[in-house]
C-alpha cells in the first residue's frame, strides 16, 4: 500500500477556489490510479475524480468543469483543483489509491474538511 496524507481543506466562501494536496509515500506511485472521494453528513462517501496511470481522468457530472484532478509523479502528489465552489461541495475529501488491475481502493487518505460558505 502507499500512505497518503490530503492537506489543503478549509473554509471558503461560494464561488471561491481552494486546492486540496494529497502527498503519497511508501510503494511506488506512478503504479497507482488515484481518485478523490468525498463524504457530506449524512451521506454516502462518492467518487468525484479519477486520475489513471495514464493520466486519463474522469468526473462525477456535478463537478464537471470546475474541479480538476492532477497527478505530479516526479513529487508523488495528487492535487484536486476545485474552483467556483458551492455549499453542496461541503464534505470531508479523501484521496484514495489502487494498484493496476485492482478493483477496489486499499490506499487512503485520512480526510480534509472543506466547507462552502453561503
Known amino acids: 500500500q502507499v500512505q497518503l496524507v490530503e492537506s489543503g481543506g478549509g473554509l471558503v466562501q461560494t464561488g471561491g477556489s481552494l486546492r486540496l494536496s494529497c502527498a503519497a509515500s511508501?510503494?511506488?506511485?506512478?503504479?497507482?490510479?488515484l481518485a478523490w472521494f468525498r463524504q457530506a453528513p449524512g451521506q454516502q462517501r462518492e467518487l468525484i475524480a479519477f486520475?489513471?496511470?495514464?493520466?486519463?481522468?474522469n468526473y462525477k457530472d456535478s463537478v464537471k468543469g470546475r474541479f480538476t484532478i492532477s497527478r505530479d509523479n516526479a513529487k508523488n502528489t495528487l492535487y484536486l483543483q476545485m474552483n467556483s465552489l458551492k455549499p453542496e461541495d461541503t464534505a470531508v475529501y479523501y484521496c484514495?489509491?489502487?494498484?493496476?488491475?485492482?478493483?477496489?481502493?486499499?490506499?487512503w487518505g485520512q480526510g480534509t474538511q472543506v466547507t462552502v460558505s453561503s
Open positions: 484514495a489509491g489502487r494498484t493496476f488491475g485492482a478493483t477496489k481502493y486499499d490506499s
Open positions: 486520475i489513471a496511470i495514464t493520466f486519463q481522468t
Open positions: 511508501g510503494r511506488t506511485f506512478e503504479n497507482y490510479h
